[in-house]
């Protein structure tokens, strides 16, 4: 047991953190099984919500560094892979519309002032 007070503190801190990358991970495993499952279920519309449900899951753990960003697109391009042998089509991505274009205003030169005039 550490003496020194921010060593204690960081063992609280380190347990806190522990706990929340468990159940991050534990998620994310849930829901790869959850895609497993429905690759061997062969229902198309099954797959896809498990892939999209599987892939939001493994960008959570990213964000949230509980995983390597690598490891998470190792993870996705393989979901993708799986998908596309069990004839899912892959899903078109989400555009938004584009805002319209707002009128640039620009300023006027700046004026130059005339030198002030010291007194000696």
Same mark, same amino acid.
């Given at each position: 047991?550490?003496?020194?007070?921010? =060593?204690?503190?960081?063992? !609280?801190?380190? =347990?806190?953190?522990? +706990?929340?990358?468990? #159940?991050?991970?534990? +998620?994310?495993?849930?829901? $790869? /099984?959850?895609?497993?499952?429905?690759? =061997?279920?062969?229902?198309?519309?099954?797959?896809?919500?498990? #892939?999209? #449900?599987?892939?939001?899951?493994?960008?959570?753990? $990213? /964000?949230? &560094?509980?995983?390597?960003?690598?490891?998470?697109?190792?993870?996705?391009?393989?979901?993708?892979? #799986?998908? /596309?042998?069990?004839?899912? !089509?892959? &899903?078109?991505?989400? +555009?938004?519309?584009?805002?319209?274009? !707002?009128?640039?205003? +620009?300023?006027?030169?700046?004026? /130059?002032?005339?030198?002030?005039?010291?007194? !000696?």
């Amino acid at each position: 047991m550490p003496i020194i007070k921010s =060593a204690r503190k960081r063992v !609280k801190i380190t =347990a806190k953190a522990r +706990t929340r990358n468990a #159940q991050t991970k534990r +998620t994310m495993r849930e829901s $790869l /099984k959850a895609f497993s499952k429905a690759v =061997a279920s062969k229902k198309s519309a099954d797959i896809s919500e498990a #892939q999209r #449900q599987a892939v939001s899951t493994v960008d959570i753990a $990213l /964000k949230k &560094a509980v995983i390597h960003a690598n490891k998470a697109a190792r993870i996705k391009a393989r979901m993708a892979a #799986q998908a /596309k042998a069990a004839g899912v !089509k892959p &899903a078109k991505a989400v +555009t938004k519309k584009a805002a319209p274009a !707002k009128k640039i205003v +620009t300023k006027k030169p700046a004026t /130059k002032k005339a030198p002030s005039k010291s007194k !000696k």
